[in-house]
Structure formats: structure tokens, C-alpha cells
């Protein structure tokens, strides 16, 4: 079995901060793409970046500048340091790794839980 787990969400005034942690843990062979997606309320979830294994990055247009996503890979970690939020920041942060189980020859996506952030005006 795979697990994502987040940690790290919170309220927070709007200009404020907060570092989103995801660890990967189980029956992992490799994992490849990592990233963060969204979902506010009555919003379709939506992408907020991702990061490959070797480190190339991809961010939304809207958190460009403000947000930066990392990973540790010998840690099967991915963070999210979010700068400068804004109430339009406020969903839902869901985890994603696209990885090989172990004894698996393909790769499929996992999702974590998700950890509510709240950004107040």
C-alpha cells in the first residue's frame, strides 16, 4: 500500500505564510512527478504546481512568484512554501504522487487526504 500524507495547513491573515509538507510512504519502487492541487468550495480542483524527479518545476499562473514547490527525495517528501496569500488562496490542498508500487511496471497517481488552508482578509 501507498500513502500520501499532508501536514502544514492552518488559517492565516492574507500576506501571511505557510509551508505545506507531503510525505510518500508504503510499497514505493520510484516516484516520479510529485505536485499540489486545490479545490475550493464549489470549484472544479485545479493544479497548483508540480516538480519531477529531477527537479523541473510547473506553477499556475496565479500563484507564480508567491508559492514555490520542493522535494526531498530521499525523504519521499514535496513541500509547498506559499508567500503572500490571498483570500483567493483558500481551498483545499491536495498532495499527488505519480509513482511505481513496488512489483508494479506501471505508474499510477496517488492522492493524499488533503489539509485545509484558510487565508482571512
Known amino acids: 500500500q501507498v500513502q500520501l500524507v499532508e501536514s502544514g495547513g492552518g488559517l492565516v491573515q492574507a500576506g501571511g505564510s505557510l509551508r505545506l509538507s507531503c510525505v510518500v510512504s508504503?510499497?514505493?519502487?520510484?516516484?516520479?512527478?510529485m505536485g499540489w492541487y486545490r479545490q475550493a468550495p464549489g470549484k472544479q480542483r485545479e493544479l497548483v504546481a508540480t516538480?519531477?524527479?529531477?527537479?523541473?518545476?510547473n506553477y499556475e499562473d496565479s500563484v507564480k512568484g508567491r508559492f514555490t514547490i520542493s522535494r526531498d527525495n530521499a525523504k519521499n517528501t514535496v513541500y509547498l512554501q506559499m508567500n503572500s496569500l490571498k483570500p483567493a488562496d483558500t481551498a483545499v490542498y491536495y498532495c499527488?504522487?505519480?509513482?511505481?508500487?513496488?512489483?508494479?511496471?506501471?505508474?499510477?497517481?496517488?492522492w493524499g487526504r488533503g489539509t485545509q488552508v484558510t487565508v482571512s482578509s
Open positions: 499527488n504522487a505519480y509513482l511505481f508500487a513496488k512489483g508494479s511496471s506501471v505508474a499510477r497517481a496517488y
Open positions: 516538480i519531477t524527479s529531477g527537479g523541473s518545476t
Open positions: 508504503g510499497s514505493i519502487f520510484s516516484i516520479t512527478t
